[in-house]
């Protein structure tokens, strides 16, 4: 019986009017009855390791130069905008099947200055900084990355790095770090594609006159790769998560003390016992 089902018979059992507060009164009360707590940082499923292949996977935006590429970066968020503005008055509260947020949320990804890798075409800001940088909270993150998903602009893959700890109950052995988001334009709908298509080839064709009018035709610089300090260490890559991890280790370091004095006391105990029994006889 799954918990959708369970919540709705507690619902009329509890008084209780949505079935989503019945849904969680029963996670709440199963995982009560468990006997293992829950760990404070769950790998989500379908996380890879951070140097997985499937974490570094590369997008080529343009023809190779950074020029077009900067192009392809300003054409794919001047399409969201004029897409959002298109659908606003057939979806709720005139929004756009790509929210303002969206927007907002992909001129942060694509921007170079706040970590977009022109070479590869991806990102891997946290949501914290995304929500700082793009204005909003961390719940508009999440759901803005759902629209551009499903119009089939954004892709991410959930990375996790190795903590390196001791191999103890309770201690993640794996903590979740950023997500790293790769544009792909390959999967984008129909009428997004349309709009990119027209705003990429209006944008190409203004840098070629400018280029012309000021003799730089043919001077463009080559993508090439930026080399990045390589941070590996979970203190710096998800730092809440490692300070869980090392608190973690230390309760299960104490709970296995108090439990080899424990046994060390029986065993103590037990000899005393037996000694005494064997002076007797």
């Excluded at 947020?101 to 992909?106: E, I, Q, W, Y």
């Excluded at 949501?127 to 991410?156: P, T, Y």
């Excluded at 203190?235 to 108090?258: C, D, F, H, V, Y």
Aim: aromatic residues 4%.
């Amino acid at each position: 019986m799954t918990a959708h089902a369970i919540g709705g018979v507690a619902a009329g059992l509890a008084g209780i009017n949505t079935k989503n507060a019945a849904k969680k009164l029963v996670r709440e009360t199963v995982a009560g009855l468990s006997a293992r707590p829950r760990t404070p940082n769950p790998v989500l499923r379908g996380s890879v390791d951070i140097d997985d292949d499937r974490a570094r996977a590369i997008v080529r935006l343009g023809d190779g130069t950074v020029e077009d590429a900067l192009d392809t970066c300003q054409a794919l968020v001047s399409s969201v905008k004029e897409l959002q503005a298109e659908t606003a008055a057939e979806t709720r509260y005139r929004q756009g099947i790509v929210t303002r947020s969206g927007a907002r949320l992909l001129e942060v990804l694509l921007d170079p200055r706040r970590g977009f890798d022109l070479h590869s075409g991806t990102n891997d800001l946290a949501h914290s900084d995304l929500a700082r940088f793009a204005g909003i909270s961390e719940r508009q993150v999440i759901r803005a990355k759902k629209q551009l998903e499903d119009v089939g602009l954004l892709e991410w893959v959930r990375r996790t790095v190795k903590t390196g700890l001791e191999k103890l109950f309770g201690v993640p052995q794996q903590i979740m770090v950023s997500c790293r988001y790769n544009i792909s334009i390959r999967r984008m709908c129909p009428r997004l594609a349309e709009i990119y298509a027209r705003n990429l080839r209006e944008l190409r064709a203004a840098r070629a006159r400018r280029e012309r009018r000021l003799g730089l035709f043919g001077q463009r610089r080559p993508l090439v790769r930026r080399e990045r300090p390589q941070r590996r260490h979970p203190s710096l890559l998800n730092p809440t998560g490692w300070a869980r991890a090392i608190e973690a280790q230390a309760k299960a370091k104490a709970q296995l003390a108090a439990a080899y004095k424990a046994d060390e006391a029986r065993a103590i105990a037990f000899a005393e016992e037996l000694a005494r029994q064997q002076s007797r006889e």
